[in-house]
């Protein structure tokens, strides 16, 4: 990891409350055009970047992330 957020996880379906994780900087996109469909979503018009998402980001209290967002696991 290096400039990624990172955090503990409080509510989802895919990975365990509690476990520590950190966020790619893709946390949200449209799921539905061509790049999104071919795992791209680096390139969708409506994407989200963690950093600039909502207030400070990858810096707020808390962060919300789609399914498309990528996470890893820390340890």
Same mark, same amino acid.
């Given at each position: 990891?290096?400039w990624?957020?990172?955090?503990? $996880? ?14 790619? $900087?893709?946390a ?7 790049f ?8 969708? $018009?409506?994407?989200h970047?963690?950093?600039? +998402?909502?207030? +400070? ?6 962060? +919300? ?11």
């Amino acid at each position: 990891m290096s400039w990624e957020a990172a955090g503990d $996880a409080v509510d989802t379906s895919q990975i365990a409350v509690g476990d520590h994780v950190g966020v790619g $900087a893709i946390a949200g996109s449209c799921m539905r055009c061509e790049f999104c469909l071919a795992g791209q979503p680096q390139f969708c $018009a409506r994407k989200h970047d963690t950093a600039l +998402r909502g207030h +400070r980001g990858g810096f707020a209290h808390s962060e +919300r992330s789609s399914p498309c967002a990528r996470w890893s696991p820390i340890s």
